[in-house]
């Protein structure tokens, strides 16, 4: 609900700038025009930016020798994603690496990490290439951090102005703890102390868990949108804040495009406006029309990052040029609900209401409580819509890196087939007639309400498949909703709710709920295909 408030709010502000602008273009200037820096040091400041020839050679090849590899793996794939509840496939493709166990969304894709190597976790990759390449990109992690870590020092952006305290600003720094002596920076990258608050501020935001690589040739494309503000050309990313961030916190980007002597020749050209051939990365002031708006090429090797809040004040778009084009944009992703920890967790706390009787071994529940009972349903689609089905809608892509998260999915899924029992034991009790008829009609109530909920997920998600090629999510829904007519459940809920809105649901709930099914058999025919 509160994601949809957003979506229509971003479109009322989009709609009334482009109305104000009519035919007319706002300015935008690149690095040669006379008055770049000027606007860049007024109103983009906290935009930094890195040449190629700053970055060590040694890690320019491991990565760009990472990203052609992953390439070659066919590791790269292109997400369909939701924007105003429409499905769209973007033009760009992707893969998500990062700290084992966790996850990114955006634009409501749920992607999984490719886990790097990281102590403590046995991972197999699929192949010694692939491991390479994870590697080389942890490596670049770890460089952009430190690199992100100076640029926040150099502007004193340690803390969010509004939290700063004046004694804090105005304390030595001689007696306070160094990144050094922590480990994050050695002495001849930084020799700034900082108080041991603002170091836990440079970590928090500079300690990035994931990076989601892109790739596209602008060249295989149909068609490419076109910056709507500017004139400022092809995108290959339209204008956005990135999301699901944590506050404040650092976005980190490097780019290699492959760039051959026809790009080169380009380059020499004066051209007015930005290079067409070249790869840039644009920015504005979110929601103005005053400001104008920076193009900065971007070529091989070089890196950008942006600071504090700027993510949040300013929209940046990607500008296709001709060239192929791969980039890492290494980010602090808010992983409160997106981490196995987390779900796990989650799934722990709801199977609490899940009792077994020690002599005859049949199941029931704890507490018929509504809250108790809301709470469950609400975890269990959680678990289902949030968890099983966006990693089996994205079909078999991580198996081309690597099996990792195939156990912890299994694992979900047992949680969720003792879920669905829950529901089931829920439909019996209230059924029963020793429960009073209030407590029952409020429990039923409550109940509906998630069930309803579930209902529209999964008509939203049998939609969506037919968007593309997701055969494992069939056969995995296929696994689990066989044999609805013969199953308990689906007649429960047939002879429980009566009243027209709830018979309305049961028709829906017939063709949809259901309880049977091997799951584990259906991943192991999957795996083997």
Request: with cysteine; charged share 25%; hydrophobic share 35%.
């Amino acid at each position: 609900m509160k994601r949809r408030a957003g979506e229509r709010e971003k479109e009322r502000k989009k709609k009334k700038l482009l109305e104000e602008l009519g035919e007319n273009r706002l300015p935008y200037v690149t690095p040669a025009d006379a008055d770049f820096h000027q606007l860049w040091k007024t109103k983009y400041s906290k935009l930094i930016f890195g040449k190629s020839d700053t970055v060590p050679e040694e890690l320019h090849q491991m990565v760009q020798e990472g990203f052609l590899t992953l390439r070659k793996h066919d590791c790269f794939f292109q997400d369909l994603v939701r924007i105003k509840g429409k499905d769209f496939v973007t033009p760009v493709s992707r893969i998500l690496i990062g700290n084992p166990g966790c996850t990114y969304k955006y634009l409501n894709t749920r992607l999984f990490t490719v886990p790097w190597p990281t102590e403590g976790y046995d991972i197999n990759y699929c192949s010694p290439q692939i491991q390479d390449a994870c590697k080389a990109l942890i490596r670049l992690n770890d460089y952009l951090h430190i690199e992100a870590v100076k640029a926040l020092q150099g502007q004193n952006l340690f803390e969010p102005k509004e939290t700063k305290d004046t004694t804090v600003i105005d304390r030595e720094q001689n007696f306070a703890t160094s990144l050094t002596e922590k480990g994050s920076v050695s002495k001849d990258q930084s020799s700034c102390c900082v108080p041991e608050d603002d170091y836990i501020s440079l970590k928090n935001r500079t300690s990035y868990n994931l990076t989601l690589l892109n790739y596209m040739d602008p060249l295989q494309m149909l068609y490419l949108k076109q910056e709507p503000y500017f004139g400022m050309g092809s995108m290959a990313v339209s204008w956005h804040h990135d999301e699901n961030l944590v506050e404040r916190s650092t976005v980190a980007v490097y780019s290699y495009s492959c760039e051959g002597s026809a790009v080169e020749e380009s380059n020499e050209q004066k051209l007015k406006g930005r290079d067409p051939a070249v790869w840039h990365v644009g920015l504005k002031v979110a929601w103005d029309i005053e400001t104008p708006g920076l193009a900065i090429p971007l070529h091989q090797g070089d890196f950008y990052l942006m600071l504090d809040d700027l993510n949040m004040t300013h929209q940046h778009c990607v500008l296709a040029g001709f060239s192929p084009r791969f980039s890492s944009t290494h980010r602090v992703a808010d992983c409160s609900r997106g981490t196995l920890e987390y779900i796990f967790g989650r799934c722990e706390l709801a199977l609490q209401n899940l009792q077994t009787d020690s002599d005859s071994k049949a199941l029931s529940l704890k507490s018929l409580e509504t809250a108790v009972v809301k709470q469950v349903e609400e975890i269990h689609n959680e678990v289902e819509f949030e968890w099983l089905r966006q990693f089996w809608f994205q079909g078999k892509r991580y198996l081309k890196c690597t099996d990792w998260w195939l156990k912890p999915m299994a694992k979900l899924e047992e949680f969720w087939r003792k879920m669905e029992i829950m529901t089931s034991l829920v439909l019996s009790e209230v059924g029963k007639e020793e429960q009073i008829e209030e407590q029952r009609n409020e429990t039923i109530s409550c109940f509906l309400l998630v069930l309803t909920e579930r209902q529209r997920l999964r008509k939203e998600w049998t939609a969506r498949l037919s968007m593309g090629d997701h055969h494992s999510l069939f056969i995995w829904c296929l696994g689990q909703y066989q044999d609805c007519e013969q199953c308990p459940l689906i007649q429960a809920a047939c002879a429980k709710f009566t009243s027209a809105a709830a018979a309305e649901y049961n028709s829906a709930f017939c063709t949809s709920l259901g309880i049977h099914g091997s799951c584990g058999e259906t991943l192991q025919r999957m795996i083997q295909r």
